[in-house]
């Protein structure tokens, strides 16, 4: 076995002592799955409701954004409004991703290494 594969499998042993709810190769891999994932841990809302007070329904295409249900109002705000991530541009899988080595204290070589 190389060592550049010991050294992945020596970390992620480390991190496994720490919780078995999640592994590195299971976090989201497109925004969608992200946002869902901020939102059933409670760090992103999952409902909202416009100014108006009617329910909104949340829109991800190029831009990720809350829109209003009633043709009459057309409200929309972006995800990102009101919350720790507002005026971050960072994509939703490498705020969870950066969280994830953050938490387990991955060093940055590490990182680097498994996802390149």
Same mark, same amino acid.
Request: hydrophobic share 35%; proline share 2%.
């Given at each position: 076995? *190389? ?7 020596? #970390?992620?042993?480390?991190?496994? *002592? ?6 590195? $190769?299971? &976090?989201? %891999? ?7 994932? &901020? ?11 416009? %100014? ?11 831009? +990720?954004? /809350?829109?209003? %249900?009633? %043709? ?11 919350? !720790? &991530? ?6 939703? +899988?490498?705020? +969870?991703?950066? +969280?994830?080595? /953050?938490? $387990? ?6 990182? #680097?290494?498994? !996802?390149?």
């Amino acid at each position: 076995m *190389s060592t550049h594969t010991e050294r992945h499998i020596e #970390s992620i042993s480390a991190t496994e *002592s720490k919780t078995e709810t999640m592994k590195l $190769f299971d &976090l989201p %891999k497109t925004d969608e799955e992200a946002i869902k994932f &901020l939102q059933e841990k409670g760090v992103l809302p999952s409902q909202r409701v416009c %100014k108006n007070g009617h329910q909104m329904n949340l829109r991800i295409g190029q831009q +990720v954004q /809350w829109s209003c %249900k009633k %043709k009459e109002c057309r409200t929309a705000v972006k995800m990102r409004v009101g919350n !720790w &991530l507002e005026g971050s541009r960072i994509t939703f +899988v490498t705020i +969870v991703r950066f +969280v994830y080595c /953050w938490a $387990f204290e991955m060093t940055s070589s590490f990182v #680097s290494e498994s !996802w390149v």
